[in-house]
């Protein structure tokens, strides 16, 4: 069997001037670092300004499930694939984050023949984006506890401060934390903790911002806790926001690398989907649109958290109008939504495939709620039956939309084509009438409760009284025309990850609500969010190692 | 006044592959980072191997004052001055660490018109290297943690475990810390702390090692803690020395850039100078001796303890043979060295300066003692009188050593041709006949105590018996063939800072000692060594921001 890594050390890679060149960009427009990865530049970006941009199209899934989707692989394979049809498309997807690789092996971008490249150093340092938007982060914590130490001028209270630290690892033993002991000398003591990297406020700040100015405002606007009277303390009213930009300034910049095929991949920043918005970087996103006919990108997790945070963060805040959507299923998938548990999942079982539709259907129904045209982009595993085809194939066509069966994995581009010449026709015609599913103006609570029934199908939200009044008096500062990030588990409508296919009726549970106000958005977590992964008992760290060629062992 | 930083910013730059030909090097041997970094691929390394050495040159100091000695600058005219005198010279330097750049302003790489370049780059992520062992050094540690939480099968002592982690930041706060509250979901509670990157074993590892398998294996024995039996446990046991490598297979490779008269220079590591040997890559070092007629090297802090660690630690390791020393030293340093305050340096002071000279005096013995011919460039500040420059000349004379007057700061490598003619007079003649202070076979004890007699000029050094009976185990345990790295303040032949000049007839305390298998060396400490620093009151960070143009503000 041929794995993804072997695929991917085959790759022929063209040196990354000649990728940029197929975007206009000169080798002065680029930072390189290496052969096989660049930054664009900013003065680069800045010339795009005012250019006409090209069809976005998003790639999402139904509701994740073990059996696995394929989502960044159809999204490789689909710019593959309209590159092949004779469009200029760009892909956009999220950085991974080191730290994982080193507990469960995966991380890689893409599959099979739709990857893109160099796929060992993007699940490692890459261009150190990460890194520096830790250092940024841990840079306003060592700030906010110089300030207690030095007389604490602005009366922050030190059980108030919500700013903690972030690593980019799997550490359990750093989650809850007691900083500042030891004597005088080294402050004041408290509790803190930290979280993994992706969790930063000022990794969704990054992958916001439009541009350096932008970024400083939203990262001076960071709350980093409370006074005692309950006033709010921000990045600003400590003066590290021009200091956090500083190093910030390079990461900024989106990555450009290459897929299998040679076409252009621009690969920036990686939120979190749950209490982030989960997408990669607008500058990334907006600089691709603008120097190619079609740009393909994903967001994260199933539709209902991922695509909804896309349209109505993402989007709503960069002005970006999607030309369509593309919903990724498989057979596999599809069985296990309809009951099928995975041991199963190799027998033929259309009737299965026919229940797990559901899934599939409710997504349809809230993409089109977007006023996106949909297709779905059937991602083609060697045991799928021509009867279970078939059963999604009629279920699409009952509810008007295509399915597409595309074999990107094993025959790369060229195995899309009909999906790519699907999402042309989509876009040309016109037929996309995005608009957001609820006005800025709308009172965060019934944004949440919004969000909950129309895209989750509860019957509604519930919070403690708390939680509400919360709500209002951010309100009362201003912050009320923010969206909302909700953060529930990515394995079912409802706040349960065990209940697949379409459940509807069902009660969201707000638990906590948080204010970002340098992300812009605030934040409703329902249920357990976990911010700090912990490793496994065998992590993949322990078989990690180069072989005798230098080649990494155990990552993938 | 022409800053440094407005220096550096109207060098004229060549582009990174050509300063990389002047190595011999082709496009295809360097890593590009932007337009004018670069790594040396492994692949270009290992092509070296078995090529004739060039002359290793030392650049030390007299005992830091906050007059100022320009050792950096100096490392840097003298490269110039040795290129323009027709000889092939590069420089080889440490890296900055970030960290300390947000609390006060500095950290340049030389300064006036003898610098390297791009000077921000380097003192902010530059390529990465220091990331790459902060997450090496973090991941060993959540291997710990881990280990403790999925049954701790190997027994460690919770209580005795010494690896803890780091972050590239002056953060009090976290010095002292307590991890794993929160309950079990979060593994063990335990006392812990964080160091600054440049003080991690893993930092001086790097350095030392010489290609990725020495690498690994030297991360691999690293001790990590003790069992409730008091039996070392090692990152080899956790098997964390394989991914440790992975993470740092870019880092090893050495980085290049340039000075402002495009000279090459590599920079790379940058261990701390008391903790550890404080001395940039044996890998870059090597290899720009094999590339080079002539290679200028510093050592940290002045020559008692800088230049002692490079030779003892680094030379006696790599078995590298260094051709000269030079002795860096101010008219504004020795009148410091011979009592005035900083406040009164303006007035020329010949008598201070003479009186001062005794601490020049003592370095250049104990360079001698190594079998090293020396010559002294004094470094001209404008204010320097004829007769202060004098007072200098007499001296030297007096003990057989030149004192060359070298202009560099103000005139770049045409100001340090005189002393390059001086160097290489030195080296041509074969005058080196290069030893350790002591050789390998000597117990751990009589080491330090020799250091301390013959280099500090103490009558002894004391130490608690449990220090000594620590050491006896060590050495019982097969370690006692290796190196001491005495950390002691850097402003004294003495452990107290204010006793400048050439004191002799006091005493050491060692106050602990510690082993780092790893790097290979046992840490003798005597005094205070700080290892996390923390901001000041007003932080250089407060003022760091982007001007209108993008360009940096307030790091210099």
Redesign the interface.
């Known amino acids: 069997m041929t794995t993804d890594l072997a695929i991917a050390r085959q790759a022929r890679k063209l040196p990354i001037p000649e990728i940029a060149a197929r975007l206009g960009l000169t080798p002065e427009d680029i ?5 096989d990865k660049a930054k664009i530049t ?1 003065q680069a970006l800045a010339a795009l300004e005012g250019r006409p941009m090209g069809h976005l199209v998003l790639v999402t899934a139904i509701n994740p499930t073990p059996a696995g989707e394929g989502k960044t692989t159809t999204t490789v394979g689909l710019g593959d694939a309209l590159n092949r049809v004779g469009k200029r498309a760009t892909i956009c997807i999220r950085e991974a984050s ?1 730290g994982p690789n ?1 507990g469960m092996k995966g991380g890689a971008a893409g599959g099979g023949r739709a990857q893109i490249v160099p796929m060992e150093e993007m699940n ?2 890459f261009t ?1 984006d990460f ?2 938007i ?2 940024a982060h ?2 306003l ?3 906010i ?2 300030h207690l ?2 007389g604490n001028a602005l009366g922050i209270d030190s059980r108030r401060i919500t700013w903690r ?1 972030v ?16 004597g005088p ?4 003591v408290r ?1 803190s ?1 930290f979280d993994i990297t992706v969790a930063s406020e000022v990794m969704a700040i990054l992958c916001l911002a439009t541009g ?1 100015d932008d970024l ?1 405002a939203r990262l001076g606007r960071i709350v980093i806790g409370y006074t005692a009277d309950r006033q709010p303390v921000t990045a600003r009213d ?6 956090m ?3 910030l ?2 990461a900024l910049q989106p990555n450009l690398v290459q897929t299998l095929e040679n076409n252009p991949a621009l690969v920036h920043g990686g939120p979190f989907a749950n209490i982030a918005h989960g997408c990669n970087s607008v500058i990334a996103t907006v600089a691709a649109l603008r120097m190619s006919d079609y740009v393909v990108t994903e967001a994260g997790f199933g539709a209902d958290l991922g695509a909804e945070k896309f349209l109505d963060i993402k989007c709503r805040m960069a002005g970006l109008r999607p030309a369509a959507a593309v919903l990724v299923a498989t057979i596999r998938a599809l069985k296990m939504n309809g009951g099928v548990e995975k041991a199963d999942l190799a027998a033929a079982n259309p009737g299965a495939v026919r229940r797990g539709c559901a899934n599939l259907g409710r997504h349809i129904e809230n993409l089109r709620g977007f006023g996106l045209p949909v297709v779905v982009a059937l991602n083609h595993f060697e045991g799928d039956s021509d009867d279970e085809i078939a059963a999604v194939q009629g279920f699409c066509t009952e509810h008007g939309v295509k399915a597409v069966l595309a074999r990107h994995w094993a025959e790369g581009g060229a195995g899309a084509e009909d999906l790519a010449r699907e999402v042309v026709a989509m876009a040309e015609a016109g037929r996309a009438d995005f608009h957001t599913l609820y006005p800025d103006a709308m009172p965060l609570w019934q944004k949440i409760e919004t969000v909950c029934t129309r895209i989750y199908r509860a019957s509604h939200a519930e919070a403690a009284p708390g939680i509400r009044q919360q709500l209002e008096a951010w309100e009362a500062a201003g912050h009320g025309a923010m969206p909302v990030c909700i953060a529930k588990t990515q394995y079912s409508f409802t706040t349960d990850p065990a209940r697949r296919g379409a459940p509807e009726g069902h009660v969201i549970p707000v638990r906590e609500v948080r204010l970002n106000v340098g992300a812009g958005f605030v934040v409703a977590i329902c249920g357990e969010i976990m911010t700090m992964p ?2 496994p ?1 065998h ?8 072989d005798a060629d ?1 080649q ?4 993938f």
Request: hydrophobic content about 40%; cysteine-free; proline content about 3%.
């Open positions: 930072l390189p670092y290496g052969h900013r080191l080193f490692l340092h150190g890194h520096a830790t250092a841990n840079l914590a060592a700030m506890d110089n130490y030095w630290r690593m980019d690892m799997n550490d359990r033993a750093l989650r809850d934390t007691v900083v500042g002991l030891g000398s080294n402050g004041f509790q903790g350096l400083q400590l003066g590290a926001d021009g200091a930009t500083v190093l300034k390079e912990g490793l008992r992590p993949a760290a322990e078989t990690i190692r180069l230098g990494i062992e155990g990552l």
